[in-house]
T-cell receptor, first 111, second 117 residues
Framework: KNEVEQSPQNLTAQEGEFITINCSYS?????LHWLQQHPGGGIVSLFM???GKKKHGRLIATINIQEKHSSLHITASHPRDSAVYICAVRNSGGSNYKLTFGKGTLLTVNP | GAVVSQHPSRVICKSGTSVKIECRSL??????MFWYRQFPKKSLMLMATSNEGSKATYEQGVEKDKFLINHASLTLSTLTVTSAHPEDSSFYIC?????????????FGPGTRLTVL
């Protein structure tokens, strides 16, 4: 079973700061998701990646397969970025798409 | 990007009644959909995997007679919470797998908050 660890658990930043959230996993994977969940619950898929780096607006996600580690970066953070960020991994092999979730990182960006 | 909808977004029901939650993939066909449950301040817990045209596969500890799943078409899966009790109050989230051979990803619905009185 894959163990997914996120750090930090809680993060408070000032508006404009550069944010990094980390995700480590224990077993090889075929894909990793970064999800965002705002208060009230709705989940938004930010990225799915299996190698390298992806960028969307102020968000950047990187993954190092050898190190079994991924990072989510937010540049020029804004209060509307305040949310829980969740890392989820799909194990290698198998035909299904079961995900193993991290516990999430609660980000609060103050104005 | 692909969109997955859930209906209703919120539902309040009396204890003993049944509640049906719908999950739809709006612009792709999903042979597989997943149902999750989330307790306050906790991560998502997979309840079952729903495959179109076949019986759902339930995770250990999830009562299949309590949480009925039907995946009758490639764009719709339903979760029915039968004889709901207050302890069933939770946030239920579905996701749909979009598999096109080369690409294989999963999109999440916005969730349904169930409150059982």
């Amino acid at each position: 079973k894959n163990e997914v660890e996120q750090s930090p658990q809680n993060l408070t930043a000032q508006e404009g700061e550069f944010i990094t959230i980390n995700c480590s996993y224990s077993v090889g994977i075929s894909a990793l998701h970064w999800l965002q969940q705002h208060p009230g619950g709705g989940i938004v898929s930010l990225f799915m990646l299996s190698s390298g780096k992806k960028k969307h607006g102020r968000l950047i996600a990187t993954i190092n397969i050898q190190e079994k580690h991924s990072s989510l970066h937010i540049t020029a953070s804004h209060p509307r970025d305040s949310a829980v960020y969740i890392c989820a991994v799909r194990n290698s092999g198998g035909s299904n798409y079961k995900l193993t979730f991290g516990k999430g990182t609660l980000l609060t960006v103050n104005p | 990007g692909a969109v997955v909808s859930q209906h209703p977004s919120r539902v309040i029901c009396k204890s003993g009644t049944s509640v049906k939650i719908e999950c739809r993939s709006l612009d792709f066909q999903a042979t597989t959909m997943f149902w999750y449950r989330q307790f306050p301040k906790k991560s998502l817990m997979l309840m079952a995997t729903s495959n179109e045209g076949s019986k759902a596969t339930y995770e250990q500890g999830v009562e299949k007679d309590k949480f009925l799943i039907n995946h009758a078409s490639l764009t719709l899966s339903t979760l029915t919470v039968t004889s709901a009790h207050p302890e069933d109050s939770s946030f239920y989230i579905c996701s749909a797998r979009d598999f096109k051979g080369v690409s294989d990803t999963q999109y999440f619905g916005p969730g349904t908050r169930l409150t059982v009185l």
